[in-house]
Every structure is written in C-alpha cells, then in structure tokens.
C-alpha cells in the first residue's frame, strides 16, 4: 500500500517538464517537496491528478498497487487521491454544503444518498477546527473569499472527503500567520497512518507547523536531493543553487 | 445553531422524464385543418355563447389576413403546416372534482413525471389540464370561501360572464400577432381566476398543461384578475410526452392587477423536442400594483415567448425573471416586453439563457419609455451561458426611452463553464455531466431561488437529464 511514482516523463506540447520522477509515499508518512520556481512541483500535483494540458509520455502512478494513469480525473479522485489547489477555483451559485454533499455522494454506490443529518454534524464539526463561520456553508464555492477563506476551504473538503493521500500545493502561499496555524492545525489532525501527505512548498515556514517525515529537493523535473526534516531548514539558509551542484558531482 | 442550505436540491433523483404516451380517447375531435366549420364545430361542442361564436369567427380572419413575422423572427415558422393539426380534442368529459375520480392513466402520467407525494398534496387544490379539458379541477374549500374564482376558461364565461367579458381580449387583443389570433379562433381549456378585494391567496394555484395526443394543437386561454389589493400566484407546469411529428402550442395569457394588486405568474415547462411553442403573454398592472412573470423555457423546437407588462398606473411595478435552455435541434427565442404608460413606474428583466450542443436562445427585449412621463426605471441584465462550442446565443434588446427623467440599465454577459472549473469539481470525485450539472445549476441558481421549491425541484431534475450526454 503506498502511492508510487516511477520514472514518470510528462509535457505539454514542446516542452517536457517531468523528466523521470521517482517517489514513494507510505501510508502515515508526510513527504515534503521543495524546490525552485519552475522545477514542477504544481506540474507534478496536476499530472498525479489527471489534467489534460499534460500529456504523460512515460512512466507509472500506482495507487496501492493500482496504475491510475488510466484512470479520468473523477475516478483517481473516488480512488482516494485528493489536491488542495493553489488556486482553487470558484463555482457561482453553487454552495458549499451543496457541493460538498455531491463530492461524497459520488462515493456512494448509484441511488444511495448520505445521511445529512450526520453530514452537517461532521461539516460543522471540522468547520469549528478550522475557525470557519457557520455561514460558509450557504456560500457559494470560493465565491468572494480571501485567500486565506479559499484555502481553508481547501482543507474544509480535505476533511470531508477523507482521502488516502493528499497533495498540498502551496497551502501556505497567501496565508498570514494565524492563518496559517489554523490550516496547519487541519492538516495535523488529518495525519494518521492510514493517510500519506505530499506537501509541495517554496518555504520552510511552513514546515514548522507541518512536520514532514522525508524532505524532497525537486529540481527540473526531477528529485534531486532526498533528506529529512533538517534538509528543509538548510535549504531556507542556502538556497536551491548548491543541491544541484551536489548532486551533479555525485552523478559524475 | 444549525442552519439548512436553502433550496437544498442536490440529492434529487433523476428519472426518464416526459417520454411515454397513452392511448388516445378522444369523443370529440375537429378533424385536421382550420376552416370556419372547425371554428363552428368548437363553438358548438363548447356550447358557446354567440359573442363568443363571433368572436371566434371574426379572430379566424384576423389569423387568415395576418402573414408570419418572419421579417424578424426565425424562418423555421414556415415549417408549420396548419392544415396537418387538429384543433379541438376533448374526452367529452366534465371537469372532475376529486382525485378519485380522475382516470387512471392521468395519474399515471403524474406517476411517470415522478411529481413527489408532498406535492400530489398540493394537487388537492389543483386545475389540470389534460389534452384541451380540465381533466381534474378542485378548489381548496378555503379558498372558495374567500370568493375565489378558479375554474377553466370554458365554465367561467359560461358562469361568470360580467367579470370575464369585461376583460377577455382586452389585455392582448385578437389582432396582436398571427399566433394570438389563431388562439382566439380555437382556445379551449386554460383557467380563469378571479381574486376579489383584498383577498390574499396563500397557497399558489396550480395547473398542470399536457398535450397526449399526436398533431394536436393545444390553444389554452387564461385570464386571471387580481382585484383592488388582492394578491395570488399562478403555477403552470408543462411536461410534454414525444411525439413522432410536430406539434403546435400557441397560448395566451392576460394578466389583470387591479389597484395595489399583486399577480404572480410562474411557469416551468419542458415541451419535447417537436414543439412549437408560441405563446403570448401579458399583464397589465394598474397604480401600484405589481405583475411579475417567472418563467422556466426547457425543450421545444421553437419557443416564442416574451412575456410582458403594461405598467398603466403610477407606480405599478413590472418584473420578467426567465430561464431558458436551449438543446440540439431546440430555439429558444424568449424575452419581455416592458411599456412604462405611467409616471414612477418600474421594470426589472432578469434573463439567463443556456445553450448545449447545437442548441440556440435568442434574447429580444422591448422597453418603451414615453417621453412626456417621469420617474420610470428599468432594469435588464441578460446572461447567456454556452456549454459547447457550437452552442449559439444571440441578444436583441431593444429600449427606446425618451425624455431625461427616467433611469434605465442594462447589462449582458456571455460565459462558458471553463475547463478549470470541471476539473476543479472533477478532482472532488464528480464525474464530468455532474460536474456540467452543478455549473448549470449554480448558474441559475438565483433565479431558481424565485421558484416555488417543488418547482425548483423539478427544474434542477430537468437540467440533470439535459446535461446528461451535452458532455464527453
């Protein structure tokens, strides 16, 4: 049981952007990817995730066990994979009990239909955790809301869905740092060993309320560098330029 | 606190809605075509008065003088064959009074429309229309007792002919268009309601238009009027079974709202894809009262259909809320007409329009504003939304103000559902219709909150199965 990346090529037309990716995620563990503007992070997020203006040229994705590059977008997310966007994007007029009703109700075998009343136990439960106002429930999806609303949003649906594993793009970008806790606060109560994380960051900030486990270097298209939690901390002092210098000596 | 999602539709199952017929039993039929012996033969089955007789009579010329509009409208009209319809049918029955004894393969039309047990409920005080003859009519006792009038149109001229000449035809006259004045040759069936002084109706009035029988025409005629502050709403829901060739529909309606009366209209209808539906529309709102059409355009070949206000007294108040939806093979040519005939009066349209596959909605809007007036408003906001590519949408407001003592806006917006949004909604485990559906629905979803919520029920059970095959 674990989400596999192997040697995964992916491009848009002329360009290819993952060049032979290699990563493992267990159950229970929380991988962090670093790296560069440009290197792929939020490329690699929309590959794992099945969005048509990539096209994979090689390589494999298994979900505990299964290859899910076959699979349509939907089905990867019901196969348990979730993305917190960086952008997520709004949905007029459509709330946000609303959606997030259909989201589990597409989990559900045809003709069955969730409990609601369970359901807005459990929405304002995890609404409570992360300090949303009971009125986001009649709002429409990502309609009006800060940057900071839309990406606890994001954890909002994290919460609801329960996926196997959940890839966090850039949670932190546009977040103050009370917003911040409060999303990472979502996040940790989210970890079990059931549940493995890829968190995709610019910073270490972040990494100081989101422990990781293994720390990734991610570097034009490929992971460059692989250490644990200090690796992050040495890249916020030094930056990115040294990793590849280092691992280019280690390759020649 | 816990608060419920208003208008919570999301859960709503979706059945095979409006395709199945029954067999026609029909003791009274006109044969095909439209002649002055059709036009006598109505009359005589009808057992009308001789104004009526008349009326019909000198309407007949009116429609045989007056050409198409096809100077402006869609060239599609010329495809109707006139002499292939049949314009009376009638089971030779009357009206009924209670659900037991209406036919049973009437309740299984229901059964099939999936219309929830709550709302067969709400039937009990219910006027349905099944082919041209009310097949069940029932008024609530309490709304009897408050002197309400809701009878078909053939029982009210028959019965209550002082409050129904005095205003039948006055609102549109024969001579409006071509399709009004073949209405007035043929009507039948359709209701007539009649609100007295200050009464206010609590519960909507419903009735339920079906056409079951093939190359039939159906030429409703309904006449409502509001009294001096009297306030009612009028439900009107059509779902039309398939038919193998096409089929005419030309209604009309007149609206009259007395002094600080108030009249809502609300119709949802889903004609099936071989239908012309040609209908016109009309209140007039005397001073300070209040006509407001809410109207839902699903299915159909042509639809034609503005419905409109005649604001005659100050500050009468005139809305149009309307939805259309547009599939392959299917014209949506819908809109309002708004004329300001008073100082202080106001109009609002609000029109949303989808399109999917090779589906057309046309807006055209009329605002007439004189110039020796002052104080009117007008408000129009159209926006259309195309699912396809080959989707097709098209605007003609037309608002003519004069004089510089009014305020009139207008805005419109063309948007398509964009790929981010699906795979936004697709990475949340919907699969792509869905996905479609809950756009559509979200952007409607203002206007729907304007429906009665069995009625938004049914429109969002509508929009699932029209979504259904628009995408992949």
């Keep these: 049981m674990s989400l596999e990346i192997k040697a995964l090529h992916a491009q848009i037309p002329g360009r290819e952007i993952l060049k032979g990716l290699n990563l493992t995620i267990n159950p229970g563990e929380v991988h962090a990817i670093m790296g560069p503007n440009g290197s792929g992070k939020s490329t690699l997020s929309k590959v794992l995730c099945g969005h048509d203006d990539y096209e994979v040229t090689s390589g494999e994705v298994l979900l505990d066990g299964e290859n899910i590059l076959d699979m349509a977008v939907d089905a990867r997310s019901r196969a348990g994979l979730f993305l917190a966007f960086q952008y997520p994007h709004e949905i007029p007029g459509v709330s946000n009990a609303n959606f997030l009703r259909a989201a589990l109700k597409a989990r559900l075998p045809k003709g069955e239909d969730i409990d609601a009343v369970r359901f807005y136990k459990q929405l304002y439960a995890r609404m409570d955790q992360l300090e949303m106002d009971r009125s986001f429930t009649i709002r429409s999806v990502n309609e009006g809301f800060s940057g900071g609303e839309k990406k606890r949003n994001e954890i909002l649906q994290l919460m609801m869905l329960e996926p196997k594993y959940a890839i966090l793009d850039e949670t932190d970008s546009g977040l103050d740092i009370d917003a911040l806790k409060i999303v990472s606060r979502g996040v940790n109560a989210m970890r079990s060993e059931n549940r493995g994380f890829l968190v995709i960051t610019h910073y270490q900030r972040l990494l100081n309320y989101i422990q990781p486990d293994i720390v990734h270097v991610l570097k034009d298209g490929r992971i460059v560098k692989t250490g644990g939690k200090e690796l992050s901390l040495e890249l916020e002092e030094r930056g990115y330029d040294w990793v590849t210098d280092e691992s280019l000596a280690a390759a020649a | 606190m816990v608060t419920a999602p208003d208008n919570d539709i999301s859960d709503i199952k979706v059945d095979s809605v409006g395709d199945f017929t029954f067999p026609e039993r029909n003791k009274y039929d006109s044969g095909f075509g439209i002649t002055e012996k059709t036009v006598d033969f109505i009359a005589d089955v009808k057992n009308d008065p001789d104004w009526i007789r008349e009326f019909r009579h000198k309407a007949l010329k009116v429609f045989q003088d007056k ?14 064959k006139f002499d292939e319809f049949r314009y009376y049918l009638s089971d030779g029955q009357k009206p009924k009074r209670s659900w037991d004894d209406v036919p049973d393969d009437v309740k299984k039309t229901f059964d099939r429309l999936g219309i929830p047990e709550q709302e067969r409920k709400f039937l009990a005080g219910v006027e349905a229309q099944y082919d041209s003859e009310a097949a069940y009519s029932n008024i609530k006792a309490a709304v009897a007792e408050q002197g309400v009038i809701f009878v078909n149109s053939t029982e009210g001229l028959h019965k209550y002919p002082e409050i129904f000449r005095k205003w039948f035809g006055k609102v549109i006259p024969t001579g409006d268009n071509k399709f009004s004045a073949l209405n007035s040759a043929v ?20 009735a339920y238009f079906r056409i079951n029988s093939e190359q039939f025409g159906q030429f409703e005629r309904t006449l409502i009027i509001a009294d001096e502050g009297a306030e009612v709403m009028y439900m009107e829901g059509c779902t039309a079974p ?40 009309r209140g007039i709102a005397h001073e300070d009262a209040e006509v407001r059409w809410i109207d839902c355009n699903i299915g159909s070949r042509l639809t034609m259909k503005y419905p409109g206000v005649i604001m005659k007294g100050k500050r009468a108040r005139g809305e149009v809320i309307s939805i259309a939806l547009a599939n392959s093979g299917q014209h949506q040519d819908t809109g309002a007409k708004m ?66 003592q009014h305020s009139t806006q207008h805005e419109a917006s063309v948007s398509q559902v964009s790929a981010d949004q699906i795979f936004y909604l697709m990475q949340r485990g919907l699969t792509e219709a869905e996905a479609m559906s809950l756009s559509v629905n979200g952007f409607i979803n203002d206007l729907v909150k304007e429906f009665p919520m069995e009625y938004s029920v049914e429109l969002k059970r509508l929009i699932d199965l029209e979504m259904e095959g628009s995408v992949g």
């Design chain 2, 67 to 80: 050409p198409m509009p096809t100077h402006w409208a869609t060239k599609d009209l010329e495809n109707i």
């Design chain 2, 187 to 206: 009507f039948s069936g359709g209701s007539f309601i009649y609100v007295p002084p200050g009464v206010k109706v609590k519960h909507p009035l419903q």
């Design chain 2, 242 to 281: 398939k038919f193998e060739t096409a089929t005419l529909h030309s209604a009309v309606v007149e609206l009259v709202a007395m002094k600080g009366a108030k009249i809502q209209y609300v119709t949802v209808q889903n004609w099936s894809s071989n239908v012309f539906n040609l209908v016109t529309k």
């Design chain 2, 339 to 404: 004329v300001h005939a008073a100082d202080d009066t106001t109009s609002n349209v609000i029109s949303k329009s989808i399109s999917i596959g090779q589906g057309r909605s046309t807006y055209r809007g009329l605002v007439h504003i004189p110039k020796h007036l002052k104080g009117c408003k007008n408000n129009t906001e159209c926006d259309a939304l195309l699912i396809n590519s080959n989707s097709h949408t098209d605007t003609y407001p037309a608002i003519s103000v004069r004089g510089n």
